[in-house]
């Protein structure tokens, strides 16, 4: 346990120490024919790149979808190896907290090399069902410097190297290429519901915070 707590910090604070170095000052190209219509972000810089691997590490949804991993790991004994009271709980969570530091760090670290930026860029000029490929689309592609797609190669080789890394540190029953590979697939697929919760998410919470700002009729007193 202690072990897994440990990997977590080492994680996070290379993350800080690599990335989270003072940005460049902005360059202005003449030349760039970008409008302020197009969805492609900002290159991404070294403190952003610290800031994504942290926040989808210990940010509050990361968190809470730890909670919900490691409460059904327990509720089902599943590793058998930690059982079902608190202490494996709390051996699964940091567990699964030790794989999305090092898959984080490991994409953030890559994707460096060559320009891949790991934030999502949502698509909300499209409707429903084009947004939604596109949250699913972007599991598996990302942007470059330049704003064009690319295979998120970077994020292929965090998600597959960190899962089979972890054999080494997991217990017995889960330390096999073939959970191993099933962990790889879990990734992916929590990647796309990441996407998907926040291409809609805003929107959702922008509806709910305006239904709840506007007057209710029934309040008014009609007038005499």
């Not at 930690?82 to 699964?96: A, D, I, L, N, P």
């Not at 953030?108 to 596109?134: C, I, K, N, Q």
């Not at 997991?170 to 926040?198: C, H, K, M, P, Q």
């Given at each position: 346990m202690s072990n897994s707590w440990f990997l977590v910090l080492s994680a996070l604070l290379y993350a800080a120490s690599v990335f989270g170095q003072s940005d460049p000052p902005p360059t202005t190209n003449a030349t760039s024919t970008n409008t302020s219509s197009s969805n492609a972000p900002e290159p991404i810089t070294p403190r952003e790149r610290a800031r994504w691997a942290i926040d989808n590490t210990v940010g509050p949804a990361s968190l809470a979808g730890g909670v919900v991993s490691a409460g059904w790991g327990t509720l089902f004994n599943?590793?058998?190896?930690?059982?079902?009271?608190?202490?494996?709980?709390?051996?699964?969570?940091?567990?699964?907290?030790?794989?999305?530091?090092?898959?984080?760090?490991?994409?953030?670290?890559?994707?460096?090399?060559?320009?891949?930026?790991?934030?999502?860029?949502?698509?909300?000029?499209?409707?429903?069902?084009?947004?939604?490929?596109?949250?699913?689309?972007?599991?598996?592609?990302?942007?470059?410097?330049?704003g064009h797609l690319m295979p998120a190669y970077a994020r292929f080789?965090?998600?597959?190297?960190?899962?089979?890394?972890?054999?080494?540190?997991?217990?017995?029953?889960?330390?096999?290429?073939?959970?191993?590979?099933?962990?790889?697939?879990?990734?992916?697929?929590?990647?796309?519901?990441?996407?998907?919760?926040?291409?809609?998410?805003?929107?959702?919470?922008?509806?709910?915070?305006?239904r709840s700002s506007q007057p209710d009729a029934a309040s008014f007193t009609r007038p005499h």
């Open positions: 599943t590793p058998r190896e930690y059982g079902t009271h608190w202490e494996g709980f709390g051996q699964r969570y940091g567990m699964r907290l030790t794989g999305i530091a090092t898959s984080n760090v490991m994409e953030a670290g890559l994707g460096a090399l060559w320009g891949e930026d790991p934030r999502y860029v949502r698509a909300s000029t499209e409707g429903f069902g084009g947004r939604l490929g596109h949250a699913m689309k972007m599991a598996f592609l990302a942007q470059n410097k330049d080789a965090a998600i597959s190297g960190s899962n089979y890394l972890s054999n080494s540190w997991r217990a017995d029953s889960e330390a096999t290429l073939s959970r191993a590979s099933v962990r790889v697939g879990l990734g992916f697929l929590g990647r796309i519901g990441g996407n998907i919760w926040e291409e809609f998410w805003p929107d959702v919470k922008q509806g709910l915070f305006h």
